[in-house]
């Protein structure tokens, strides 16, 4: 299958457009601007010829739409081991938030024990895809039943000049604020977090429903200044 060749006959010039505006840090000839759904469909269209292999192993893509495609395949994998062998190849080459936010293996559901390690390694890598990448994994899988407060350190202890990372930062204890109240809301009290990412966790848990208001409105307490 030519999948380059399917991907152009699935493109649409005005999302192109719209895509490029959204991620300008992904050169503009990078785009085709194929829709999810469409770029979904060939994902399985893919994995049920048998021909998901070799395209996973044709890295690193040119194309956007080719990293889309790859993280929608490798989220379909079924099987823990090869799946978490597949996000190894691929995240050196994830370039920008919108690839790594769609690639969330379905086959990591239920595989804390052995997931939590290469998380752990993942925030550390100092590599701001890959960083983010530990970061929505451990938001994912870690704030419900197989919590432990020392996650929330993991988190608060990164610093980067990066600003997808901060924004996942954020996102993380924006969602701890919502699922672990007590246990996160020390981080905003004690300013454990840079006052950027702090002010913008309390923005987006102020505009999360599963936040009570009388929370939001304490928490509108905590807003730092900012640098100069």
């Not at 505006?21 to 979904?40: A, H, S, W, Y």
């Not at 769609?102 to 052995?114: C, V």
């Not at 419900?144 to 990372?165: D, I, Q, T």
Request: proline fraction near 5%; glycine fraction near 4%; charge should be neutral.
């Amino acid at each position: 299958m030519d999948i380059k060749a399917e991907l152009e006959t699935a493109a649409d010039k005005e999302y192109r457009d719209f895509q490029s505006k959204l991620l300008p840090n992904v050169p503009d000839e990078k785009f085709l601007g194929v829709r999810t759904p469409d770029i979904r469909k060939l994902a399985k269209k893919l994995i049920k010829s048998g021909e998901a292999d070799s395209f996973l192993s044709a890295l690193p893509h040119e194309l956007f739409d080719e990293n889309q495609l790859h993280s929608l395949i490798v989220t379909e994998i079924k099987d823990f081991e090869k799946a978490l062998e597949e996000v190894e190849r691929f995240l050196p080459c994830v370039d920008n938030w919108a690839t790594c936010d769609q690639l969330n293996p379905r086959s990591f559901k239920g595989r804390q024990a052995e997931l939590l390690p290469r998380i752990k390694r993942w925030i550390d890598s100092g590599k701001c895809y890959t960083t983010r990448f530990g970061m929505k994994m451990l938001m994912m899988h870690y704030l419900g039943e197989h919590f432990r407060p020392e996650y929330l350190e993991w988190v608060s202890a990164v610093r980067s000049e990066e600003y997808y990372v901060n924004m996942m930062q954020a996102w993380f204890f924006a969602e701890a604020l919502a699922q672990r109240y007590d246990e996160a809301l020390t981080f905003i009290t004690e300013a454990k977090l840079t006052p950027w990412v702090n002010n913008k966790a309390i923005q987006k848990a102020k505009e999360s429903l599963k936040i009570p208001e009388d929370r939001k409105v304490f928490l509108s307490g905590f807003k730092r200044k900012l640098p100069k």
